[in-house]
């Protein structure tokens, strides 16, 4: 059944969150804190409304739009629209590099060191390991999601609102979410974890090139990547939550 196969579960999650509670409030400390950080020091880069048309300018040119994504409500470039424009890929990135590194760090690394077949020694179902795994990464991700919203949003910056702040956040939350479940089925799928966390960051790598490709040439090819219906939200502009 499947309930069996899942069976301490729970308790599993519990030693998880025991093993990184360090690594795991760094990763999520430093997300935080670079994502407001950067985000708080916009208005002191630019403070008028003529040097962040320059900077829309700018961010128009191809090679731009490749690194970073498509520039949206340029026609009043706010402090909102330029963290939603330089902020929101980069950080969906590291937020998917985070969700790599601890799925392989207790799915495959751990079967690699034997403390998978020590932890199936006890009355455990077969798919408690991944189970545990997933539902961590995925209070991780919550995490994230929220404090990175209600930080924006703290930082009271016109233009930063509750509903843009709160998309930025779950943006950053999904994406992570998506390369959890990615880096899961690569960590069943290979026998090392150097095999499963080189198929993840290819996945991711890949996820980003056709994003760029579709960015500068083709709308349609920039939504079969993950990072490009992330960008199509226009946080702090359209907020296209769907």
């Known amino acids: 059944m499947l309930r069996d196969a899942f069976r301490g579960t729970t308790q599993l999650a519990r030693f998880i969150l025991r093993r990184d509670r360090v690594q795991l409030p760094v990763w999520l400390v430093a997300i935080v804190a670079l994502t407001v950080g950067v985000t708080a020091s916009f208005p002191s880069l630019y403070p008028t409304p003529e040097e962040r048309a ?118 950053m939350g999904a994406t992570g979410i998506v390369f959890a479940a990615v880096t899961a089925f690569f960590a069943q799928l290979t026998e090392t974890s150097r095999g499963a966390t080189g198929l993840s960051f290819a996945a991711l790598g890949l996820a980003y090139l056709v994003r760029a490709v579709g960015d500068v040439s083709s709308e349609t090819l920039a939504r079969l990547s993950p990072l490009g219906l992330i960008l199509r939200t226009e946080v702090y502009v359209r907020n296209l939550w769907w």
């Open 54 to 171: 320059i900077m829309a300018v700018t961010m128009e040119n191809p090679a731009v739009v490749a690194m970073i994504g498509p520039i949206y409500g340029v026609d009043d470039y706010t402090y909102g629209a330029m963290t939603g424009n330089q902020m929101l890929l980069f950080m969906v990135t590291a937020v998917a590099v985070m969700n790599i590194l601890l799925v392989i760090r207790h799915t495959r690394s751990d079967e690699e060191h034997g403390r998978i077949e020590v932890i199936r020694s006890l009355p455990v179902g077969r798919l408690a390991g991944l189970g545990a795994t997933l539902l961590v990464v995925g209070l991780a991700n919550v995490a994230v999601a929220l404090l990175t919203g209600l930080g924006l949003f703290a930082l009271g910056i016109e233009s930063i609102d509750f509903a843009g702040s709160m998309l930025f956040g779950v943006a």
